[in-house]
DNA sequence: TTGACAATGAGAATCTTTTTCGATACAATT
DNA sequence: AATTGTATCGAAAAAGATTCTCATTGTCAA
């Protein structure tokens, strides 16, 4: 895996906040299940069975937390709850999301490069990121 | 405006729903602020200046069988609600999302229709439709 | 060891959305 | 005009996700 929890730890110490043994569970969790897009529940339900003592606001505020670091992004399927996965910079990817069964598969490309340069002329707008969500029929439904 | 209240009214009937006056207020809503994605609470606000009886309630269930009958969309931002807006088969749009203020302009266009294909292909995944969320900072802010 | 402060757990609070239920509107039928 | 059946409605309760509060605990430097 290209994700290293030392280098988070300098990441979170760079902005004062500690590795707790929470933040390390939630962490190994998320790493874990890359490519799973937990919600923070489900993220609560993995942690518990190794410390069922953690509290839900603090798989929040950990999420929370991760985001505004940049280590992980929310996720907005058309799920009722936001889920979260890591943020690698290196790659670029997007999601395909099936009508029917509802799976979610990651696809890798760097698409819309070009494109943003063109937005910049015509709308004056300074793309920094963007997110696609293909909707369609998996292989397994269609 | 290329909306229709005749057209939608027809979809209605053919379904079995009537064109109530709630349901006329909500769509007239819809189709002035085209362009505005707005929330349930907002339609709410904006149809109770007219009919300061009609319950919230009804604004979820219209919008739900809005949506249903492919009249309406839902869409994500990063918001915590759900906000609306009209489908329009015959164009396209994507969203240019800014950082700062959280304006978000449309944009329209007919990318990646090319692209479709090559997912087709490499994915076996079906692409039926897709929508594009540009971040970054519109011409104010930057 | 102590003091300062960050972090936590539990539960209350909030906010959006959905559900329930009795009342109402309306069209078709008598 | 009265009756019946059904869709729709408003109000309020319920549900579900997320955030807030606050007292307690953990950590680390002095």
Same mark, same amino acid.
């Given at each position: 895996m290209t994700v290293d929890l030392q280098k988070i730890k300098k990441k979170l110490a760079n902005n004062n906040y500690k590795m707790t043994s929470q933040r390390k569970a939630i962490l190994e969790k998320i790493i874990e299940n890359?490519?799973?897009?937990?919600?923070?529940?489900e993220i609560y339900e993995q942690v518990k069975k190794d410390d069922s003592n953690i509290g839900l606001a603090t798989i929040y505020r950990t999420l929370e937390l991760l985001c505004d670091l =940049?280590? +992980?992004?929310?996720? $907005?399927?058309?799920?009722?709850?936001?889920?979260?996965?890591?943020?690698?910079?290196?790659?670029h990817h997007h999601?395909?999301?099936?009508?029917?069964? =509802?799976? +979610?598969?990651?696809? $890798?490309d760097d698409i819309?490069?070009?494109f943003e340069e063109d937005i910049k002329e015509e709308h004056s707008f300074e793309v920094i990121d963007h997110r696609i969500k293909f909707y369609g029929y998996c292989q397994v439904c269609q």
């Open positions: 890359q490519g799973s897009h937990l919600s923070a529940e =940049g280590i +992980i992004h929310k996720l $907005n399927f058309d799920d009722k709850c936001r889920r979260y996965e890591l943020d690698k910079e290196d790659e999601h395909l999301i099936c009508f029917e069964c =509802g799976e +979610i598969t990651e696809f $890798n819309l490069e070009d």
